[in-house]
């Protein structure tokens, strides 16, 4: 009978976005009965509970076909973390730069010597350092929202978490000719691909950017349709990056970072994304939970734990010693460090392409930093909580109405 569905049935994309974020309210519902556990870490529980390493309700292959879906979430998500670079502010904050480049050089050199020492090789050890300097930006946008957050240590560790972002990148392609070398791979790829992928991203996103400023200044009193535009071009530029084999992390980013660098006046730089915008937060980490690789982080968990214990402590350190030297208060240095220790999107988005272009070296890259990014995303959002708490950003109201206690600020609050 043809009007009947030919069996094994196939599980549609739009069901799967549909079931991700099903699941992912009861997450954060439940997250939301217990009071020191974010949402986020909720999120990932169900997700985990239901993927392939829970009650496999469905398996990775159901992931790689909704794979699409969470593209186009952390793009949009890399674009809102890129508005927070106004290239020229920042290029007079002599200050946030010096931070930021010294934590980055800090958890890159301690991440590398840590894992050789361990008996990591070198260049894989090298790779899976310059992915330990970015940062998750869609644990610190969505927590800091939750709590209400507004204030200087936010607006900051929001600058460093983009300024690690692109340093992470930045490093990943000088690395790159290594990558080509060992594969023995000619000279034209080892030169062209890593400037193909950086100046082609930047190109792209700086074209994206310049176009989607300009048409927003054109329709700008018909503020309605803002956010469809950003939508709009966030995803162009996703499907174009794609297209052309560029960074699906890198040119978001940069077509962020240009649109609030070119406002003269606030357009899109300081658009409310709305409640809208929490459903890719859901899927995203709902996704990363049930996408998580059980028998690899445990084959790793060694490796994985001294990435995570070099790297934590590098980037403390860095920010709240160089911080300090450069006259930030005492409350931004010790918090501010803390908010860049959740590790995902641009970790993960690294490592696949690592795996897919070298395979050898993928391997390690890829399970070392998978089982690392699985501890520092369950762990980093109370440990961002608790930061934008005790740095004074959090928001009284809302943190009551999350139903999330209140830890005694740490004694430097006040400072």
Same mark, same amino acid.
């Given at each position: 009978m043809e009007f009947l569905p030919t069996f094994p049935l196939q599980v549609t994309t739009l069901f799967f976005f549909g079931f991700l974020l099903f699941c992912g309210a009861l997450g954060g519902y439940l997250a939301h009965r217990v009071p020191w556990i974010p949402s986020i870490t909720g999120f990932m529980l169900v997700g985990l509970l239901a993927g392939p390493n829970g009650l496999n309700l469905f398996g990775f292959e159901t992931l790689e076909r909704a794979k699409i879906v969470i593209d186009i979430a952390l793009a949009l998500i890399l674009y809102r973390l890129g508005l927070?670079?106004? &290239?020229?502010?920042?290029? *007079?904050? *002599?200050? &946030? !730069?010096?931070?930021?480049?010294?934590?980055?050089? !800090? =958890?890159?050199?301690?991440?590398?010597?840590?894992? =050789?020492?361990?008996?990591?090789?070198?260049? @894989?050890?090298?790779?899976?350092?310059?992915?330990?300097?970015?940062?998750?930006?869609? %644990?610190?946008?969505?927590?800091?929202?939750?709590?209400?957050?507004?204030?200087? =240590? =936010?607006?900051?560790?929001?600058?460093?978490?983009?300024?690690?972002?692109?340093?992470?990148?930045? %490093?990943?392609?000088?690395? !790159?000719?290594?990558?080509?070398?060992?594969?023995?791979? @000619?000279?034209?790829?080892?030169?062209?691909? @890593?400037?193909?992928?950086?100046?082609?991203?930047t190109l792209l996103g700086g074209l994206m950017g310049y176009a989607l400023h300009r048409v927003a200044s054109i329709t700008k009193d018909a503020s309605q349709y803002s956010l469809v535009l950003v939508v709009g071009a966030v995803s162009m530029t996703l499907g174009l990056a794609i297209t052309f084999e560029l960074s699906v992390l890198f040119a978001p980013l940069v077509l962020g970072t240009v649109v609030s660098s070119l406002e003269r006046e606030d357009l899109l730089a300081d658009m409310e994304f709305g409640p809208a915008f929490e459903l890719f937060f859901v899927a995203l980490f709902v996704y990363a939970g049930a996408n998580l690789h059980l028998k690899e982080m445990l084959a790793f968990a060694p490796a994985a734990l001294v990435f995570v214990g070099a790297r934590s402590i590098a980037k403390w350190v860095g920010v709240a010693a160089t911080g300090a030297i450069v006259g930030w208060s005492r409350t931004t240095n010790l918090n501010a460090g803390l908010v860049l220790l959740p590790m995902a999107g641009m970790a993960i988005g690294l490592a696949n392409t690592t795996t897919a272009q070298f395979p050898y070296s993928g391997s390690v890259v890829a399970s070392v930093v998978f089982a690392a990014v699985a501890i520092f995303e369950t762990l980093g959002p109370p440990v961002v909580a608790r930061a934008l708490y005790w740095s004074g950003d959090a928001n009284d109201h809302k943190r009551t109405s999350d139903n999330v206690t209140d830890p005694q600020p740490a004694p430097d609050a006040q400072t």
């Open positions: 927070s670079i106004d &290239l020229r502010a920042v290029l *007079k904050d *002599k200050a &946030l !730069l010096v931070v930021s480049f010294v934590e980055s050089g !800090l =958890t890159f050199a301690a991440v590398y010597f840590a894992l =050789t020492w361990f008996g990591v090789p070198k260049l @894989p050890g090298a790779v899976i350092a310059a992915i330990a300097i970015s940062s998750s930006p869609a %644990v610190l946008i969505h927590v800091a929202h939750e709590l209400g957050a507004e204030g200087i =240590t =936010t607006d900051r560790s929001e600058a460093l978490v983009a300024l690690n972002n692109v340093f992470a990148f930045l %490093v990943f392609a000088a690395l !790159l000719p290594l990558l080509y070398f060992e594969n023995n791979a @000619p000279l034209s790829t080892m030169v062209g691909g @890593p400037a193909y992928q950086l100046l082609g991203s």
